[in-house]
């Protein structure tokens, strides 16, 4: 079975410049999350979705951050206008039922360069 | 607001050395899970933890659950540079969040 796929891998752009995220999670799974991870430390949660329902988003910067899971399945992280300050690694995971205690799978992550 | 913080922060010991690493917390956890990340990859889930008190064992890895449910610690025993990673533990009542982490170096 395949795992949490994410693209791209890497992204490398200048400060003010639109930037996406796309992730499939593992077939069947209903719940999804992006996370953003700063060097060593902890993911933090950016927004749950439960299908297409975006379930928790209080910590997603609405400025100038958007996410969209389009029928349930696949789903887009977008930053626009990308900051200095944004440069981390962008993490997908999923899990298969409704409850945020699910076991979560993670996908590989974007790693995100602003210059 | 739910916190876990990890120690030590860094560790960098010699293969066949033992460590343990903690996580703490003011609040009670009803479950904590441990994950291990390597470079360039997403987090792996270890193991998840439940009852109060309760001791997990994974090969040469203990985990172990406090009695208040606040804070939990992972042991390990030989090190190998195989174990080199950052170590996550997580959980959440309400939101589910992860620790501070603990970048562990193995040295062959």
């Known amino acids: 079975e395949a795992g949490v796929v994410q693209s791209p891998r890497y992204k490398i752009i200048e400060k003010k410049q639109p930037v996406a995220f796309w992730c499939n999670p593992i077939s069947g799974h209903n719940t999804l999350y992006w996370y953003l991870q700063n060097l060593g430390q902890g993911p933090e949660l950016l927004i749950r979705?439960?299908?297409?329902?975006?379930?928790?988003d209080s910590q997603l910067p609405k400025d100038r951050f958007s996410a969209e899971r389009l029928k349930g399945v696949d789903s887009t992280l977008k930053i626009q206008p990308a900051e200095l300050g944004d440069s981390a690694v962008y993490l997908c995971?999923?899990?298969?039922?409704?409850?945020?205690?699910?076991?979560?799978?993670f996908g590989p992550g974007t790693r995100l360069t602003v210059l | 607001t739910q916190l876990l913080e990890q120690s030590p922060q860094f560790l960098s010991i010699q293969e066949g050395e033992n460590l343990t690493v903690y996580c703490n917390s003011s609040?009670?956890?009803?479950?904590l899970q441990w994950y291990r990340q390597e470079p360039g990859e997403g987090p792996v889930l270890l193991v998840t933890v439940v009852t109060g008190g309760e001791v997990k064992k994974l090969k040469r890895l203990t985990f172990q659950f406090g009695d208040a449910r606040k804070d939990s610690s992972l042991h390990i025993t030989a090190a190998q540079p195989g174990d080199t990673g950052l170590y996550l533990c997580?959980?959440?009542?309400?939101?589910?969040?992860f620790g501070t982490g603990t970048r562990l170096k193995v040295l062959a």
């Open positions: 995971a999923s899990s298969p039922g409704r409850r945020g205690g699910d076991t979560q799978y």
């Open positions: 609040s009670v956890f009803s479950s």
């Open positions: 997580a959980g959440g009542t309400y939101k589910y969040i």
């Open positions: 979705y439960e299908n297409e329902e975006a379930v928790d």
